[in-house]
T-cell receptor, first 112, second 111 residues
Framework: DTGVSQDPRHKITKRGQNVTFRCDPISEHNRLYWYRQTLGQGPEFLTYFQNEAQLEKSRLLSDRFSAERPKGSFSTLEIQRTEQGDSAMYLC??????????FGDGTRLSIL | QKEVEQNSGPLSVPEGAIASLNCTYSDRGSQSFFWYRQYSGKSPELIMSIYSNGDKEDGRFTAQLNKASQYVSLLIRDSQPSDSATYLCAVKGDSNYQLIWGAGTKLIIKP
């Protein structure tokens, strides 16, 4: 039990298409994070929610990336006009401020 | 720019030996330190958390923190082939919600 469920597990799409990923906390988690990870790198922070409020986001989310967490429950991450460089594992995590973060199984995105 | 540095490896260790993984960080204000294990194609899994100077032991794993020298290490005793994975170091500063991640060290345990 990872504490969050991510859907889909794998997504293959053509360049230029829009994609949306979903993260469902299994139980109530106030804090929810999105990361992106490419091969050979550590996770790269994308954004953070506390309940429904998006409190912090990287510069990546100012353009083609957007995230929401309506009602403070599930969260979605959308990528518009996908590019080859968007191919990565997209990870959702929960955890406390100074406590560890725990990851879901991730969504692997492949751009053709 | 806050950074976390790890040797990318691979680090090859014989089965049954001690594996030693190291991580250095740049932010002196960092408060919380975490080690994650990641198998190929899987998501990171928390192994250890450490918050104060010294050693913290959990089974075959020992985390060591030295804030003055700004490094944190992970020792794995009696290494097993199942320990073969990439080990990620993550550091939490005191000023925001982010974890700063190293790129990971690939560990290979040879039977």
């Amino acid at each position: 039990d990872t504490g969050v469920s991510q859907d889909p597990r794998h997504k293959i799409t053509k360049r230029g298409q829009n994609v949306t990923f979903r993260c469902d906390p299994i139980s109530e988690h106030n804090r929810l994070y999105w990361y992106r990870q490419t091969l050979g790198q550590g996770p790269e922070f994308l954004t953070y929610f506390q309940n429904e409020a998006q409190l912090e986001k990287s510069r990546l989310l100012s353009d083609r990336f957007s995230a929401e967490r309506p009602k403070g429950s599930f969260s979605t991450l959308e990528i518009q006009r996908t590019e080859q460089g968007d191919s990565a594992m997209y990870l959702c995590a929960w955890g406390g401020n100074n406590q560890p973060q725990h990851f879901g199984d991730g969504t692997r995105l492949s751009i053709l | 720019q806050k950074e976390v540095e790890q040797n990318s490896g691979p680090l090859s260790v014989p089965e049954g030996a001690i594996a030693s993984l190291n991580c250095t960080y740049s932010d002196r204000g960092s408060q919380s330190f975490f080690w994650y294990r990641q198998y190929s194609g899987k998501s990171p899994e928390l192994i250890m958390s450490i918050y104060s100077n010294g050693d913290k032991e959990d089974g075959r794993f020992t985390a060591q923190l030295n804030k003055a020298s700004q490094y944190v290490s992970l020792l794995i005793r009696d290494s097993q082939p199942s320990d073969s994975a990439t080990y990620l170091c993550a550091v939490k500063g005191d000023s925001n919600y982010q974890l700063i991640w190293g790129a990971g060290t690939k560990l290979i345990i040879k039977p």
